[in-house]
């Protein structure tokens, strides 16, 4: 039987900024009814390429065809009413209007220049009843969690391809699992698959494996902005898919894993006596020495970033005392955390960390620049000297320090962040899920960077919702479960992630 025609057909594309070639004569195709990954590492060129399809960057090179038609957007909009709708990462709706006014926003159907309000509801309701969702188009968007308002983006993004009477014929989405649940994730799949079944070709992009191989027919993977290959799922494992994405294979990871089962610490850098907040964590105990990674595992809300946000001053305790050196220290303010040579890297990378619209040099800076005091500016040879340094260090791409961090690549935006912090030389790093939402390549880069910090005497404190990363690369790992310090083991061959599992469940090491 003849394999169907394309819905979707990108030829020879090439995408170039200043200094850099982005994408580098890559094709893609996507087939009506399936759910295609586009794969590779942080700044393989896979956002670029969904922004060229979607008319937010501009084409340099070859030919995009969709049904058959040859085509070129110079805008979402365009792309839209073309029938190529596109669901991000971060939500970007209304919280305080209805779900129903959401789905419509700003294609509301009108009378006389009247909204007509009824009708809306109505159609909006029709709408998440054909994809078989149980959500009340009435109520405030904000009444529902994240999981919830993802899938009214999707709604409405597949009820917006509607030029010249057309639906949705490719829905492309961003990463869209980063923040769900289990739970959750399996109702964005059901949604998938419905939309699949009604023809709608998906393009799925995601950094966890296994949802890929759940999820998804076929896969396309980039490397350093070239086509690396088009495979079906079925036809490539996991360690294929990784080595294609990164050129190498992951055995230097359980290399790491053994350097730091064997790996010396020296003597007590902090210690936490009874440090705790009401409402934020109970009162705990903690020692981290000089050169030592301490892992901290626990189930979402058991009370890792509390505890991080404590040590760094971002939250004041109500109980406890902490010493660094031996010396009682007031962690009252971030600014005496820093003073005490104490770096914090949030989880909320985009929103708590990196300014998007300052230059790479700029994001570098900030700390190290408000440790000095703002009426004190850092020479311009000194700032440009480390600056420098630390991209290299780092393997910042693209190796540009006027390029905005907004337009880096999700892997380069967390390095920009601790380039920040390491140019303060810090005495205690605290890393809360520093690899979150990026490739497996870029992970590699980071723990291996962390064992390097580790082996020069730094001290990390490391947070991570996936146990074997804490596994892999600390010395000893705090447990956490509702909201308390319950367990603290020494890392060892004996120490599995079922036996950290059975430690949150009882509460009590076994």
């Known amino acids: 039987m003849a394999e169907p025609l394309p819905v979707l057909e990108m030829t020879g594309i090439v995408k170039e900024f200043p200094g850099v070639r982005a994408l580098s004569g890559v094709d893609f195709r996507l087939f009506p009814g399936e759910i295609h990954a586009l794969m590779g590492e942080n700044g393989a060129g896979k956002s670029t390429l969904i922004k060229v399809l979607t008319g937010v960057y501009s084409l340099d090179g070859g030919t995009i065809t969709l049904d058959g038609k040859s085509v070129r957007f110079g805008s979402p909009l365009q792309a839209q009413q073309a029938g190529i709708s596109t669901v991000y990462q971060e939500v970007n709706l209304c919280p305080n209007l ?137 036809e490539l494992d996991q360690v294929g898919l990784i080595q294609l994405m990164i050129g190498k294979a992951l055995d230097q990871l359980e290399e790491l894993h053994e350097h730091q089962l064997h790996a010396d610490v020296g003597e007590t850098l902090l210690k936490a006596d009874g440090l ?118 780092l393997d910042i791409r693209p190796a540009n320090p006027e390029a905005r961090v907004g337009q880096l690549s999700g892997g380069n935006q967390q390095k920009v962040l601790l380039a920040r912090w390491l140019i303060t030389q810090p005495k205690l790093l605290i890393l809360d899920e520093p690899t979150r939402g990026i490739d497996i390549g870029a992970k590699a880069e980071i723990q291996k960077l962390v064992v390097s910090l580790s082996e020069d005497g730094m001290s990390v404190l490391y947070i991570a919702a996936e146990l074997e990363e804490v596994l892999r690369l600390s010395h000893t790992i705090g447990v956490l479960r509702d909201r308390k310090l319950v367990a603290r083991l020494t890392n060892g061959p004996e120490i599995t992630s079922s036996k950290i599992l059975e430690t949150i469940a009882s509460g009590e090491h076994q």
């Open 98 to 234: 209805s779900v129903a006014e959401n789905i419509f926003i700003g294609r509301e159907p009108t009378r006389f220049g009247r909204i007509q309000w009824k009708r809306l509801r109505k159609e909006a309701a029709e709408l998440v009843d054909r994809l078989g969702l149980d959500i009340d188009v009435t109520a405030p968007l904000s009444s529902y969690p994240l999981a919830v308002q993802q899938l009214v983006a999707i709604v409405r993004s597949v009820s917006t391809g509607a030029g010249e009477g057309q639906g949705t014929k490719v829905l492309v989405l961003d990463e869209p699992t980063s923040s769900l649940d289990r739970d959750e994730v399996l109702e964005l799949f059901r949604l998938m698959r419905r939309l699949k079944d009604e023809g709608v070709a998906i393009l799925f992009v995601s950094h966890f494996l296994d949802q890929i191989y759940e999820i998804c027919d076929r896969m396309t993977v980039l490397r350093n902005g070239t086509l690396v290959g088009e495979h079906m799922v079925s």
């Open 276 to 393: 705790g907040r009401t409402g934020g964590i109970a009162p705990f105990d903690l020692e981290i020495k000089k050169g030592e990674v301490v892992g901290l595992a626990g189930l979402l809300g058991s009370g890792r970033t509390e505890l991080a946000r404590l040590l760094f001053g971002a939250d004041q305790p109500d109980s406890g005392k902490v010493s660094i050196g031996g010396k009682q220290v007031s962690m009252s303010a971030p600014n005496d955390a820093i003073g005490a040579g104490v770096a914090f890297c949030s989880e909320n990378r985009k929103t708590e960390g990196l300014v998007p619209d300052l230059t790479v040099r700029e994001n570098i800076i900030l700390a190290l620049q408000a440790a000095r005091g703002w009426t004190r500016p850092i020479p311009s040879a000194q700032r440009d000297e480390l600056v420098g340094k630390y991209i290299k260090a």
